[in-house]
Antibody, heavy 119, light 112 residues
Framework: EVQLLESGGGLVEPGGSLRLSCAAS????????MNWIRQAPGKGLEWVAA????????FYADSVRGRFTISRDNSKNTLYLQMNSLRAEDTALYYC????????????WGQGTLVTVSS | DFVMTQSPLSLSVTPGEPASISCRSS???????????LEWYLQKPGQSPQLLIY???NRASGVPDRFSGSGSGTDFTLKISRMEAEDVGVYYC?????????FGQGTKVEIK
């Protein structure tokens, strides 16, 4: 069974940093594209970043490029999102998502971790 | 970026009756392989989204056959043949042809 367990969310002041983690199990993590998707309170879904395995490429939404960094440790089956220079508009539930970028039909979402940016 | 537009944005359905949601993409989602890179998700209240349909018309593992997807190019439809109470939530269409994946605004489906 595919499991994705996010952690690391919390309350942070504007300009601060957080590191999110996603512990994966139930599939071959090193062969899977992984994403971070966020959902602001009461709003829709916004893709944030992706880590592709085809060519070890990373992708970012324009809204976070230069502030957020996606990375992975295949030895620990863990995905990360380093978030710097946080803004109020980054407040959201952040989901870890397996799939896309060549991997279709078996997309799985974690339960999310809440990031609140407020003074 | 591809813009995905759903309609309607809300829907109230009597149990046992059919329901239909439309999704339009600003650009064609048809790949040279013949697949349309369009997915449908259901986000039940308090839960994370779950994949219902991929490549426009393929049901994901474990998805009941009352859910079906159709369409090609820029126009797509999700149909529920007989609405059940467990089908309430917000439905999203998503294009995954090009990065970044983009989502429709969501269609909230309730029981009448």
């Amino acid at each position: 069974e595919v499991q994705l367990l996010e952690s690391g969310g919390g309350l942070v002041e504007p300009g601060g940093s957080l590191r999110l983690s996603c512990a994966a199990s139930g599939f071959t993590f090193s062969s899977s594209a992984m994403n971070w998707i966020r959902q602001a309170p009461g709003k829709g879904l916004e893709w944030v970043a992706a880590s592709s395995v085809r060519d070890s490429t990373t992708f970012y939404a324009d809204s976070v490029r230069g502030r957020f960094t996606i990375s992975r440790d295949n030895s620990k089956n863990t995905l990360y999102l380093q978030m710097n220079s946080l803004r109020a508009e980054d407040t959201a539930l952040y989901y870890c998502v397996k799939g896309w970028y060549g991997d279709y039909g078996s997309v799985y979402w974690g339960q999310g971790t809440l990031v609140t940016v407020s003074s | 970026d591809f813009v995905m537009t759903q309609s309607p944005l809300s829907l109230s359905v009597t149990p046992g009756e059919p329901a239909s949601i439309s999704c339009r993409s600003s650009q064609s989602l048809l790949h040279r392989t013949g697949n349309n890179y369009l997915e449908w998700y259901l986000q039940k209240p308090g839960q994370s989204p779950q994949l219902l349909i991929y490549f426009a018309s393929n049901r994901a593992s474990g998805v009941p056959d009352r859910f079906s997807g159709s369409g090609s190019g820029t126009d797509f439809t999700l149909k529920i043949s007989r609405m059940e109470a467990e089908d309430v939530g917000v439905y999203y269409c998503t294009q995954v042809l090009q990065s970044p994946p983009t989502f429709g605004q969501g269609t909230k489906v309730e029981i009448k």
